[in-house]
């Protein structure tokens, strides 16, 4: 089974017209990244049939829809409703995620709530562009309660010294490794290849914190070398790799008119030469181990 593990899907109402949805929303910062003033535009959108014929085009079986890191809590409960409806709609297809915020007046009731409806983790999170600390005692309570769950919670990871582009938020790399030793047993995956975090597992000292930190792949080829790949397997093992591609985001400007799968799956394939059992790790079976 192929699964990429990092997507995003919108109504179409939202896409129509970003910039009338974030205004409604007060979501700034979403709309920066989706449609900035300065440079070029990298935001492609889908709707469920583009998606799906997109999916069967790349020989993807599943997605995990990934929520977005709302700045309001009511866009937060906003988008699980809209993915409570998508996995109601195509259960064999899509695998939700939660978007949560610990100014929600009931976080884990909203938690509890998604997990009845089948969600199978949080994020995509990014504590410093919603407005808090990592360390917010309502947010620890929604690491514990996925941690007890078995739930996998995904971070936006911003690398500490690398490209400038709009809506740039850091994410100190301390916080994750504070969040993994006060959560041994949380599954915390850190997207686009943790910022060049998993390079910190050669040190022998935090390798044995780190062990239940994964990493995504999502939005690589906009990032880095593809040579960064193959470094990532031999620095931290294929089974803590997870391939994401950021869909509908166009990670190949130069080379794609339209946002697809199999690009970057090939180019994965290619340029790290994944052998047979990386690529039933890498492409999926990490990630459904990761679901419980
Ligand atoms: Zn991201």
Redesign the pocket.
């Known amino acids: 089974m192929i699964i990429d593990s990092?997507t995003h899907r919108y109504p179409s109402e939202v896409f129509q017209d970003p910039k009338t949805f974030s205004d409604a929303a007060s979501e700034e910062h979403w709309l920066e990244l989706v449609l900035p003033q300065k440079g070029p535009r990298l935001q492609g959108w889908a709707n469920r049939n583009q998606m799906i014929n997109d999916m069967d085009e790349g020989g993807i079986d599943r997605c995990a829809l990934?929520a977005w890191?709302w700045e309001k809590p009511q866009t937060c409960f906003l988008q699980n409703e809209w993915h409570a409806r998508w996995i109601k709609d195509d259960p064999n297809r899509f695998y939700a995620f939660a978007a949560v915020h610990p100014e929600m007046k009931d976080p884990l009731g909203e938690l509890t709530k998604r997990h009845e409806q089948g969600f199978f983790g949080i994020g995509?999170c990014?504590p410093w562009v919603q407005g808090f600390s990592m360390s917010n005692p309502s947010w620890l309570s929604c690491m514990e309660f996925a941690q007890d769950q078995g739930w996998p919670v995904n971070f936006?990871?911003t690398e500490p010294l690398g490209h400038d582009y709009p809506g740039r938020t850091a994410s100190p790399l301390e916080d994750f490794l504070w969040l993994a030793r006060q959560f041994p047993r949380l599954k915390i995956i850190l997207?686009?290849a943790g910022g060049l975090f998993p390079f910190y597992e050669l040190n022998p000292r935090l390798k044995p914190e780190l062990k239940n930190v994964y990493y995504d792949l999502?939005?690589c080829p906009l990032l880095y070398d593809p040579s960064l790949y193959r470094l990532l397997i031999d620095a931290v093992g294929h089974e803590k790799i997870v391939w994401g591609s950021?869909y509908p985001l166009k990670i190949y400007p130069g080379r794609q008119s339209k946002p697809d799968f199999s690009t970057f799956r090939k180019d994965l394939i290619e340029q790290a030469k994944l052998s047979d059992i990386e690529q039933e790790a890498i492409f999926g079976l990490t990630f459904l181990s990761l679901l419980n």
């Open positions: 990092h990934l890191y995509e990014h936006h990871v997207a686009h999502a939005a950021d």
